[in-house]
């Protein structure tokens, strides 16, 4: 084809890699080039130098750089073969990546001059294929449609729960070696689940638009040259990334749009190999969602609401997940069982449901085709809202006509009334019901409906606290064993409780069992010091007790464990108490007051590591003194420093009995 074809495309930091691609196909460098704010001057005139002299067969364009005016001139004077948009899915609000600066695009070609226009995209619905049409003044268009369906892919939702960490690691470890993509919706969420997966032996990286870029493209070539298994993400990470053996795209939260659900699974085992997409899901992340959108304009919020409300219908349903996704975007389904999802491998009993099929249908009739499906079921169950009574809807039939049946089995007679067609829910008017050709059909002579029960996905765990970054102990019962038992090696031995092994090393007993010195030795605040050995065999022994008696089924090789904070500097001030350093001089070679330096030491120790500060503790109190607060630490039962300050802080300074304490807690506990 003559001239230059101008494709436009979204993502600046993509282009160069697109260009790099179509470079391979030619001998001449020039033959692809990008136009955008990251040229500078003598770049930018070496572009339309080769575009003017006619090398360049295609030029990306970013959709802002095309709205510039000298850019517009530009073009006027060249030969266009023809314009492709890239990402059109962008254009529509109902996408999931809606850019309002791609509304403009068809203004601009008529501008520049009139060429034929290909639109391009991997995921619309056809409203948002309407959309496109619509806004490139392309409605007679041909329309090319390859399937949605990837059958290679697997998908499954579980219950998100407090654990979801470890379920993650779990899982991981049962993928050895094989590439994935956690998606999370926050970069706090990001950078601190790549910390613990590497923690626990995971190679991942995080990646979000916050980092910087070079450290953001450093992170995203380690996963492509397989550096790293597993890449931890928000979805600005991915588009346009051709990494063909994906094995699993992980879902950390719910998805904000079935679109991009599909668009981020889609990128799980591209070569057509294994692809597995797990998604972890809540209705408390929707609560969480919904609060984020109220910020913005109230349109987009309804729109916003309306996609949150399809993904959680399809993570709630029980229908095959596949017939699900392909219904959103308009393509049927025939098979009965799709045989690589969740609800097909593993199917939920199907209940009777013509008599609630009819009485739906009949319900939307009666109200006119005019209402959600919250009102809906409202009328059907008999509730007495402010708006029925307003529109006198008690007075109607089918009023009450369900008032036996739970709002759960309606709401999936009506989502199964939908999926099989009877029911179509009008997207544009804010999700009105009305009832099908096919649903009116189906009133006249009524078959068997039969439909699985939905799922629940309310909170199932009871709620345990997590404490910054450590874990929580998933067994209570043991927990409270455990503690028991320090109480009575304590009692034997004449110490606080805490001195044998504090509470969240407990925890991690209580959540991971280890029974073997081996496996106690890596709990935290254990350790590969004394403690295991002095204390470890009847904690061992009640744990071993515990697991067989309830037939526990223990984590293989999994020992989640907590992210350590601020290491580096620690290890300094261990190297430094090595070194005999005063105390004072490393506080202030640190930066740090006294009280920090003390903060730091007692972490230090109370996670398993000995420390002897004698040297600096004999330099600035009596021995005796020192006997002194030890004996008073003995008399109390907890770590708590506030009785022993009480008692001897009229004749010892609190750093003084801090220091005493490290001393204690070092000589005694380990
Ligand atoms: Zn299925």
Redo the contacts with the bound molecule.
């Keep these: 084809m003559e001239g230059t074809a101008i494709v436009i495309s979204p993502l600046i930091a993509l282009m160069k890699n697109q260009v790099d691609a179509m470079r391979h196909f030619s001998e001449k460098d020039g033959i692809a080039h990008f136009l955008n704010s990251s040229l500078n001057k003598q770049a930018i005139d070496q572009v339309k130098e080769d575009v003017v002299s006619g090398i360049t067969k295609l030029l990306y364009v970013a959709p802002e750089s095309l709205t510039k005016e000298d850019n517009i001139d530009f073009l006027r004077t060249i030969k266009i073969s023809f314009y492709a948009v890239d990402e059109a899915h962008c254009i529509s609000e109902w996408g999931h990546d809606f850019r309002p600066e791609y509304r403009k695009i068809r203004p601009i070609i008529n501008e520049i001059g009139s060429r034929p226009v290909i639109a391009l995209t991997a995921t619309a619905t056809p409203k948002v294929q309407h959309d496109i049409q619509k806004n490139l003044g392309m409605v007679d268009a041909q329309v090319f449609k390859s399937s949605f369906n990837r059958p290679n892919l697997y998908?499954e939702v579980r219950t998100k729960t407090s654990n979801v960490d470890i379920d993650i690691i779990k899982y991981i470890k049962s993928q050895e070696g094989k590439s994935g993509i956690i998606y999370c919706l926050s970069r706090k969420t990001v950078e601190e689940l790549a910390e613990k997966l590497v923690v626990n032996n995971i190679k991942a990286l995080p990646y979000h638009a916050g980092m910087d870029g070079a450290k953001r493209t450093e992170n995203q070539d380690a996963f492509l040259h397989e550096e790293v298994d597993v890449i931890v993400a928000t979805i600005a990470f991915g588009m346009g990334i051709d990494k063909p053996d994906v094995r699993f795209v992980i879902h950390y939260d719910i998805p904000k749009s079935l679109e991009g659900y599909y668009q981020e699974t889609g990128r799980a085992g591209r070569d057509g190999g294994e692809g597995q997409c797990i998604t972890f899901y809540t209705n408390k992340d929707l609560q969480k969602l919904e609060k984020f959108m109220q910020g913005k304009p109230l349109a987009e919020q309804e729109i916003g609401k309306q996609l949150l409300i399809e993904t959680a219908a399809y993570a709630e349903s029980s229908v095959?997940?596949?017939?699900t996704l392909l219904y959103y975007f308009g393509e049927p389904y025939d098979?009965e069982?799709?045989?690589?999802?969740d609800?097909?491998?593993n199917p939920k009993k199907l209940i009777e449901a013509k008599d609630e099929l009819c009485a739906a249908l009949e319900t939307i009739l009666a109200l006119k085709e005019k209402f959600r499906v919250g009102y809906i079921i409202d009328v059907m169950r008999g509730k007495s809202t402010n708006d029925i009574k307003l529109y006198k809807h008690n007075e109607l039939d089918v009023y009450g006509c369900k008032d036996d049946v739970d709002e759960k089995m309606l709401n999936a007679v009506i989502r199964q009334g939908i999926i099989g067609g009877y029911i179509a829910r009008d997207v544009e008017n804010f999700g009105l019901l009305r009832v099908t050709d096919k649903g009116k059909e189906y009133l006249k002579e009524p078959l068997s409906f039969k439909i699985a029960e939905d799922k629940d996905y309310s909170e199932i765990d009871n709620e345990i606290q997590i404490k910054g970054g450590t874990t929580c102990a998933v067994d209570p019962v043991l927990f409270s064993m455990l503690k028991d038992l320090r109480k009575t090696i304590a009692k034997k031995l004449d110490l606080p409780p805490y001195v044998i092994f504090q509470d969240p090393s407990l925890e991690a007993m209580a959540t991971t069992y280890p029974i073997s010195l081996e496996e106690l030795q890596k709990i935290p605040g254990v350790g590969a010091g004394g403690k295991a050995k002095r204390y470890g065999e009847e904690f061992i022994e009640l744990i071993k007790r515990h697991v067989e008696e309830n037939e526990i089924e223990r984590p293989d090789d999994l020992w989640v464990r907590t992210v350590p904070n601020k290491s580096k500097p620690r290890l300094e001030i261990i190297q430094g108490i090595d070194r005999k350093i005063p105390l004072n001089e490393l506080a202030r070679s640190k930066c740090i007051d006294f009280n920090e330096i003390l903060d730091e030491i007692e972490s230090i120790v109370s996670s398993g590591t000995k420390i002897n500060i004698d040297y600096y503790l004999n330099e600035v109190m009596d021995e005796e003194d020192q006997e002194e607060i030890i004996e008073c630490f003995k008399d109390f039962d907890s770590d708590d420093l506030e009785p022993v300050i009480k008692e001897l802080g009229s004749v010892y300074s609190e750093e003084e009995i801090r220091m005493v304490r490290i001393k204690f807690l070092s000589e005694m506990g380990i």
């Design positions: 998908y095959c997940r596949r017939k098979g069982n799709c045989g690589n999802c609800n097909c491998l």
